[in-house]
């Protein structure tokens, strides 16, 4: 009998994976799912449709991830003033469904620096160097937190004209680098 149910954890467990790889080949994906969740999720804030969640909703389906109960705010704004509310709560939308790095376990600071380069909204990228402050306290964490800082008040100050939008381009890049290396 114990054969039997060792069995089936086994194939259940082969089952799962087999899933996973499917789902990640079915959209052209790679096989780690942290970068695959990332991928879909981008793709869908930068072009959000029907199509772009549809890959999230099966992807989420295939990870046994719970998306949000909320549906996505689908669509463009109507005008360039509507257009940052909209993507806040795109953005909002999207950081409810995690970065995978934030459940590896142990927690490593570097998964945390991970996840939190793969957030899009100010309030859950500073409620993740929360975190990191109470595990990873030190030079790293606060020089991470000071840039982002910069980075937002950066932002909030540009004009919306291309150079602007340029430097701050390039900005977010060099912070970015910062934080992976």
């Given at each position: 009998?114990?054969?039997?149910?060792?069995?089936?954890?086994?194939?259940?467990?082969?089952?799962?994976?087999?899933?996973?790889?499917?789902?990640s080949k079915?959209?052209?994906?790679?096989?780690?799912?942290?970068?695959?969740?990332?991928?879909?999720?981008?793709?869908?804030?930068?072009?959000?449709?029907?199509?772009?969640?549809?890959?999230?909703?099966?992807?989420?389906?295939?990870?046994?991830?719970?998306?949000?109960?909320?549906?996505?705010?689908?669509?463009?704004?109507?005008?360039?003033?509507?257009?940052?509310?909209?993507?806040?709560?795109?953005?909002?939308?999207?950081?409810?469904?995690?970065?995978?790095?934030?459940?590896?376990?142990?927690?490593t600071e570097?998964?945390?620096?991970?996840?939190?380069?793969?957030?899009?909204?100010?309030?859950?990228?500073?409620?993740?160097?929360?975190?990191?402050?109470?595990?990873?306290?030190?030079?790293?964490?606060?020089?991470?937190?000071?840039?982002?800082?910069?980075?937002?008040?950066?932002?909030?100050?540009?004009?919306?004209?291309?150079?602007?939008?340029?430097?701050?381009?390039?900005?977010?890049?060099?912070?970015?680098?910062?934080?992976?290396?």
């Amino acid at each position: 009998m114990a054969w039997i149910v060792t069995f089936l954890a086994i194939a259940l467990v082969v089952a799962a994976a087999g899933a996973r790889r499917r789902a990640s080949k079915r959209y052209g994906l790679p096989e780690e799912p942290a970068l695959a969740l990332a991928i879909l999720k981008e793709n869908l804030l930068e072009n959000p449709s029907e199509g772009h969640l549809q890959k999230l909703k099966d992807f989420a389906a295939s990870q046994g991830l719970e998306l949000p109960g909320e549906e996505y705010p689908l669509g463009k704004a109507p005008s360039i003033e509507q257009d940052s509310d909209v993507f806040l709560r795109q953005a909002a939308w999207l950081d409810s469904l995690a970065p995978l790095e934030f459940s590896e376990e142990p927690k490593t600071e570097k998964a945390l620096v991970s996840g939190i380069l793969r957030l899009y909204s100010d309030e859950a990228i500073f409620k993740a160097f929360e975190e990191m402050r109470e595990k990873f306290p030190g030079e790293r964490q606060r020089k991470l937190e000071q840039g982002y800082r910069a980075l937002c008040e950066l932002r909030d100050s540009s004009k919306a004209d291309y150079d602007s939008l340029e430097r701050l381009r390039i900005e977010k890049e060099k912070w970015e680098r910062e934080a992976s290396g």
